[in-house]
């Protein structure tokens, strides 16, 4: 098989699987929404945490 042949191939099959990443992702459940939420604010709080210890 020449390179231009196994490129040939493997254009075709990412033109393939295209159409199954295209599809769109099911929505996070709410509580993953949550979870982030806690998390982010988890992270802030530990980021104000540090800021205010280095001034002191």
């Known amino acids: 098989m020449m390179v ?3 490129n040939r191939l ?3 099959a990412r033109v393939s699987m295209s159409s199954f ?3 769109e992702a099911p ?3 709410r509580s ?3 979870s982030l939420r806690l998390g982010a ?7 104000v ?6 001034l002191t």
């Open 4 to 6: 231009s042949d196994m």
């Open 49 to 54: 945490l540090a800021a205010a210890w280095q």
């Open 27 to 29: 929505p996070l459940p």
């Open 10 to 12: 493997e254009q075709a």
């Open 41 to 47: 604010v988890a992270l802030l709080a530990a980021l």
């Open 32 to 34: 993953s929404h949550l």
């Open 21 to 23: 990443q295209d599809a």
